[in-house]
């Protein structure tokens, strides 16, 4: 992480290094483009001579000015300053050069000539200097903002992975509650039924302990879990509730899908749509097709479960903002209510998705 973060850091000191770089070629270049014999050095340091203000500033603003002024929204500040220091160094150049002892290495700058645009005046020297600081103000604000960026990002990364993570094992307490209370009504009724209760529970504990850790997981494992779900209802519940388990066969093995999603809407179809004294069914059906994974669930409905199917559907919310996080807008989430007698949802959810696998532990 500590890597990415810095990637646009290097990206900045980069640039700065070509365009330095290029600055300091100019002069070779320029005497290979004279066609000169041989190249004089002494034009080349004279260039670079009057280059070295400018690289003096361009240090000062990048490691100073700029992080300590600029960044902190201190811009008045930073102006005055910069101001008064390019006017110090241009007109100080300026002054030495004006007043310098004559030698034979001054004069082999002035026969040479001048080689470089800092030969202005000092005034304009610091227009131009201005110009740079600005432009390298703008780069390193510019950069500033993608390390931002990208901070916000990874902060937003670790948010959804959090949520995702709270919201999934905020139904496993929910599941379990249910299916602990399943177990406990069955100890004093049948005892040997409590205890193939208890060896289903720990299949299911195991999946939920171990497999439904990963982003995602074989839909081959998914099914089977629901599979011992419904063992575990079909052992408290009498005959009397008619449970249809329509999976489609062969499963592709290939097929991944977020863990503990199905199950909420099988879970809620048993919790709502059964009851004691009447004829109550669920029917489950999952299929893979074009790419999706399709599970439908409808249930019996009664009327004095529909008041707690709205009071109750704490699962099914999780259930909703998880899908959210995971698929955006990738997933259909349909729920059929208008029938007096049937309860009907249908998840429709992509087998593969970019945003999804993004989102890791």
Same mark, same amino acid.
């Given at each position: 992480?500590?890597t990415?973060?810095?990637?646009?850091?290097?990206g900045?000191?980069?640039?700065?290094?070509?365009?330095?770089?290029?600055v300091?070629?100019?002069?070779?270049?320029?005497?290979k483009?004279?066609a000169?014999e041989?190249?004089?050095?002494?034009?080349i340091?004279?260039?670079w001579s009057k280059?070295?203000?400018? %690289?003096v &500033?361009?240090?000062?603003n990048n490691?100073?000015?700029?992080p300590? !002024?600029l960044?902190?929204? #201190? @811009?008045i500040? /930073?102006?005055?300053v910069?101001?008064?220091?390019?006017?110090?160094?241009f007109?100080?150049?300026?002054?030495?050069q004006?007043?310098?002892r004559?030698?034979?290495?001054?004069?082999?700058?002035i026969?040479?000539g001048?080689?470089?645009?800092?030969?202005?005046?000092?005034?304009?020297?610091?227009?131009l200097?201005?110009?740079?600081?600005?432009?390298?103000?703008?780069?390193?604000?510019?950069?500033?903002?993608?390390?931002?960026?990208?901070?916000?990002?990874?902060?937003?990364?670790?948010?959804?992975?959090?949520?995702?993570?709270y919201?999934?094992?905020?139904?496993?307490?929910?599941?379990?509650?249910?299916t602990?209370?399943n177990?406990?009504?069955? %100890?004093d &009724?049948d005892?040997?039924?409590?205890q193939r209760?208890?060896?289903? !529970?720990?299949?299911?504990? #195991? @999946?939920?302990? /171990?497999d439904?850790?990963?982003?995602?997981i074989?839909i081959?494992?998914?099914?089977?879990?629901?599979?011992?779900?419904?063992?575990?209802?079909?052992?408290?519940?009498?005959?009397?509730?008619?449970?249809?388990?329509?999976?489609q066969?062969?499963?592709?093995?290939?097929?991944k899908?977020?863990p503990?999603?199905?199950i909420?809407?099988?879970?809620n179809?048993?919790?709502?749509?059964?009851s004691?004294?009447?004829?109550?069914?669920?029917h489950?059906?999952?299929d893979?097709?074009?790419?999706?994974?399709v599970?439908?669930?409808?249930?019996?409905?009664h009327?004095?479960?529909r008041?707690?199917?709205?009071?109750?559907?704490?699962?099914?919310?999780?259930?909703k903002?998880r899908?959210?996080?995971?698929?955006a807008?990738s997933?259909?989430l349909?729920?059929?209510?208008?029938?007096e007698?049937?309860?009907?949802?249908t998840?429709?959810?992509?087998?593969s998705?970019?945003?999804?696998?993004?989102?890791?532990?």
């Amino acid at each position: 992480m500590r890597t990415q973060t810095n990637k646009p850091f290097i990206g900045e000191n980069l640039l700065y290094f070509m365009v330095w770089s290029l600055v300091l070629l100019v002069p070779i270049l320029n005497s290979k483009m004279m066609a000169e014999e041989h190249v004089q050095l002494v034009n080349i340091l004279t260039a670079w001579s009057k280059v070295l203000p400018y %690289i003096v &500033i361009f240090i000062i603003n990048n490691f100073i000015f700029a992080p300590k !002024l600029l960044m902190r929204r #201190r @811009y008045i500040s /930073y102006l005055g300053v910069l101001v008064v220091v390019l006017t110090a160094i241009f007109f100080g150049v300026e002054y030495y050069q004006q007043n310098i002892r004559m030698t034979p290495y001054n004069a082999a700058l002035i026969m040479h000539g001048k080689a470089s645009f800092t030969d202005l005046d000092w005034y304009w020297n610091v227009l131009l200097g201005l110009f740079m600081c600005g432009a390298n103000s703008l780069i390193k604000m510019m950069f500033v903002g993608m390390r931002e960026e990208q901070r916000i990002a990874e902060l937003e990364s670790h948010r959804l992975q959090a949520e995702m993570e709270y919201l999934k094992y905020q139904i496993n307490p929910h599941f379990f509650m249910n299916t602990l209370n399943n177990i406990h009504a069955l %100890i004093d &009724i049948d005892t040997e039924a409590a205890q193939r209760s208890v060896i289903e !529970l720990s299949k299911m504990m #195991r @999946y939920v302990l /171990y497999d439904s850790d990963n982003a995602t997981i074989d839909i081959v494992n998914e099914v089977r879990f629901i599979e011992n779900y419904i063992a575990l209802m079909k052992i408290r519940y009498t005959e009397d509730v008619e449970v249809k388990l329509d999976v489609q066969n062969p499963l592709p093995s290939s097929v991944k899908i977020p863990p503990l999603l199905m199950i909420v809407l099988v879970e809620n179809a048993f919790k709502h749509g059964v009851s004691y004294n009447k004829h109550s069914y669920v029917h489950i059906k999952i299929d893979c097709t074009a790419g999706y994974v399709v599970c439908r669930v409808a249930n019996s409905r009664h009327n004095e479960q529909r008041s707690d199917r709205r009071a109750s559907g704490l699962g099914l919310e999780n259930m909703k903002k998880r899908l959210d996080l995971l698929f955006a807008d990738s997933y259909q989430l349909t729920i059929d209510d208008s029938s007096e007698q049937e309860y009907d949802i249908t998840l429709k959810i992509p087998v593969s998705n970019d945003e999804m696998h993004s989102i890791r532990r």
